[in-house]
C-alpha cells in the first residue's frame, strides 16, 4: 500500500516499527482506514494485531515511522492526548473500572472530562453542573442503546460476561471519536449481545467513524468488513478484500498451517 | 486539664496526617512512606520564617504548608513520570535523606534540635485555644479529603487506581491527578507540622524518622483505607491507646518495645483478618 496522502482516511500509519530487544512486533506498518471504513485485523496470535492497537492509542510509542490522524501526527502524543483528539479503543480482556458501577464506567468515557479539572471547577460550578447532566443523559442513551439500561447501577463483576463486554464497549462510543480500535469484540461472546454488537460496529461506521476490528471470528469478518488487512510476526502480509483473503494460500499456510 | 489538651492536640494532629496519607495512599495508590518528613519540612521552614525573618505565625504556617506542596511536587514529578513504582523507593530516600539534611543544618539547630519557636497563641488558656484551633483544622481536612475523594474527582481517582493505563486510554491525564493528590496530601501533613512546632515549640529531627511513616501507616490500615471515617477512628484509637499503656506504669525499657509490638501486631492482625479496616466494607470486584 502507499504511504501517500489519502483524503478519505481517517487514520493513516506510514512504515511504523517497533521492536521490543530483539523481537519484532511491528515492521514496516502502512495501513490507512477510511471514514466509514470496517477494516478487519486478522491473523494468528502474536502476529502484533494488539501491538498495532497499542501502538495507534500511544500505550507503545513507536520505534520509527509516524501515525496521523486527519493529518495531524500522533506518535509523539501521549495516550491521553490521542484519546481526546479521538482515539477510541477497547480491550481484548474487557477492562471495566471494577470498583466503579457500569454507570460510572461510561461517565469516564467522553473525551472531554471536566471533572478532572480541580481548580476551574471551583470558578464555573454552573457550566460543570449542565456538562454533568448532558454527560449523564448520554451515558443512559448509550447504556439503553445496547440494552444495559437497567445495568447502569450494578458494577461490572455483578454482570455475566457478555453485558461486560458490552458496557466496555458502551464505554468507548462515549469518546464519540473519530477512530474506533475494536480488540476482539466477539471473544466470549454469543446469542443476542454478538447480534447487538454487529449491529453497533455498524452503525457506529455508518455514522462516519473508521473502524478497525481484530477478531478471529471469520464469519464476522465476512459479515461487516469490505477489506481486511493479514498480519503476521508483526508485518502485513496482504491487504484485500475479505474474499480475496479468505481464498489466499498463504494465509492459509499461515493460519491454519496449509489446511484449507 | 492541660494533659487532656496536649492529648486533643495530638489527636487532632495525627488525624490531620491520617487523613492526608489516606489521601495519597488509600485513594490514589501511590505507594509512599514521605509523609513525616513533609510534617518535618513544614515545621522547621514555619519555625525558622518566624524565628529569623519575623514572618507572623499565621503567615509562617501557610509558607511551611505550600513549601511541603513544592517539594512533593519535587518528589512526585521525576518518580511518577518514570512508573508508579519508583516513587516508594525515591519516597525512601527522600525521608531519610532529609532527615539527615535538617541534622546537617546550623541555622534549623543541627541534630540537637530547635528550640526556642514561637508559641501561636500566650496566655493562660493557650493549650485550650490550640486544641479548639487543631481539631477544626483537622475537620477541616478530613472534610476536604472527603470533597476531594467522592463526586466527579474522588471517580477520576478511583478509576485511575483502578486501572491507570485504560483510565489514560479514555482521555484521562493520570499524571495531573497523581502529583495534584501528592501535593495536596503532602501540604496538609505540612499543615500539621507547622502547627505542632508553634505548639510544642521545640523540634528534634529525630522525631520525623520512618518509624512515623508506620505509625501513620497504621491508623490508616486500622482505621480503613481508603474511607472518609477510618483515618478518624485509626489516629483516635492510635492515639489514646499508647498513651492508656503509660498509665500501666511500666519501665521505659519494656514500654517502647511494647508500643512497637502493639503498631506492627494490629497493622498483621487487621491486613490478615479485617483488610478493609474498621469501618471499611470490602468491595467485591
Redesign the interface.
Known amino acids: 500500500m502507499s504511504a501517500s496522502a489519502n483524503p478519505s482516511a481517517a487514520i493513516r500509519v506510514v512504515n511504523v516499527r517497533k521492536h521490543f530487544g530483539g523481537i519484532v512486533v511491528a515492521e514496516d506498518i502502512n495501513l490507512e482506514i477510511a471514514a466509514g471504513e470496517i477494516l478487519g485485523l486478522i491473523g494468528p496470535n502474536g502476529a502484533g494485531k494488539t501491538t498495532l492497537f497499542n501502538l495507534i ?3 507503545h510509542a513507536p520505534d520509527g515511522g509516524e501515525i496521523f490522524l486527519r493529518g495531524q501526527p500522533l506518535a509523539r502524543l ?3 492526548r490521542r ?2 483528539l479521538g482515539i477510541a ?1 477497547t ?1 481484548q480482556n474487557v ?1 471495566l ?4 458501577s457500569v454507570l ?2 461510561l ?10 479539572e ?1 481548580i476551574a ?1 471551583l470558578f464555573q460550578k454552573g457550566t ?1 453542573r449542565a456538562q ?1 447532566a448532558q454527560s449523564l443523559e448520554r451515558a443512559q442513551a448509550v447504556l439503553a442503546r445496547l440494552g444495559l439500561a437497567n445495568a447502569g447501577a450494578k ?1 461490572p ?2 454482570l455475566p460476561f457478555g453485558q461486560q463486554k458490552l458496557a466496555a464497549l458502551a ?1 468507548t462510543l ?2 464519540d471519536g473519530e477512530v474506533l480500535l475494536l480488540d476482539e469484540p466477539m471473544a466470549g461472546v454469543e446469542g443476542q449481545v454478538y447480534e447487538t454488537i454487529k449491529q453497533v460496529v455498524r452503525d457506529e461506521a455508518a455514522a462516519g467513524r473508521a473502524v478497525c476490528v481484530v477478531e478471529h471470528n471469520v464469519s464476522f469478518i465476512r459479515d461487516l468488513c469490505t477489506r481486511a488487512v493479514f498480519m503476521f510476526n508483526g508485518r502485513i502480509e496482504q491487504t484485500g478484500t475479505v474474499e480475496e483473503l479468505l481464498a489466499s494460500d498463504k494465509l492459509a499456510e499461515l493460519y491454519f498451517g496449509g489446511m484449507k | 486539664m492541660e494533659y487532656v489538651y496536649t492529648l486533643l492536640i495530638l489527636i487532632g494532629l495525627n488525624m490531620i496526617m491520617a487523613a492526608s496519607f489516606n489521601l495519597i495512599i488509600g485513594f490514589g495508590g501511590l505507594i509512599s512512606v514521605a509523609h513525616p518528613i513533609f510534617f518535618a519540612l513544614s515545621a522547621y521552614v514555619s519555625a525558622l520564617a518566624n524565628l529569623h525573618w519575623g514572618v507572623p505565625i499565621p503567615l509562617a504556617i501557610a509558607m511551611g504548608a505550600l513549601f511541603a506542596v513544592v517539594m512533593s511536587v519535587m518528589l512526585s514529578l521525576p518518580s511518577l513520570r518514570v512508573s508508579g513504582d519508583y516513587l516508594l523507593i525515591a519516597s525512601i530516600g527522600f525521608q531519610l535523606g532529609f532527615v539527615e539534611v535538617i541534622k546537617n543544618i546550623e541555622i534549623a539547630g543541627g541534630a540537637s534540635g530547635l528550640s526556642g519557636i514561637a508559641s501561636l497563641y500566650s496566655g493562660e488558656h493557650r493549650s485550650l485555644a490550640f486544641a479548639f484551633t487543631v481539631l477544626v483544622a483537622a475537620a477541616g481536612v478530613v472534610w476536604l479529603v472527603h470533597r ?1 475523594t467522592h ?3 474522588g ?2 481517582i ?2 485511575m ?3 491507570e ?10 499524571m ?2 497523581k502529583i ?1 493528590i501528592f501535593g495536596v496530601g503532602s501540604g496538609f501533613a505540612g499543615l500539621a507540622g507547622a502547627l505542632y512546632a508553634h505548639y510544642f515549640q521545640f523540634l528534634s529531627p529525630d522525631q520525623f524518622g520512618i518509624v512515623q511513616s508506620s505509625l501513620i501507616l497504621t491508623m490508616v490500615v486500622v482505621g480503613g483505607m481508603g474511607t472518609t471515617a477510618g483515618p478518624v477512628v485509626g489516629s483516635l484509637l492510635l492515639t489514646v491507646l499508647p498513651q492508656a499503656i503509660t498509665f500501666l506504669n511500666l519501665p521505659p525499657s519494656v514500654m517502647a518495645p511494647l508500643q512497637g509490638m502493639l503498631y506492627t501486631g494490629l497493622v498483621l492482625v487487621f491486613l490478615f483478618l479485617r483488610p478493609a479496616g474498621l469501618v471499611g466494607k470490602t ?3
Open positions: 492509542s500511544g500505550i501521549s495516550v491521553y484519546a481526546r479503543r480491550w477492562r473500572f471494577p470498583t466503579l460510572d464506567n461517565l469516564m468515557g467522553p473525551r472531554h472530562y471536566p471533572g478532572e480541580l471547577g460543570r454533568a458494577t463483576g455483578e464505554r462515549m469518546n | 476531594l463526586g466527579e474527582y471517580r477520576a478511583q478509576a487506581r483502578d486501572d493505563e485504560c483510565f489514560a486510554s479514555l482521555g484521562r491525564n493520570a495531573a491527578i495534584t468491595v467485591r470486584r
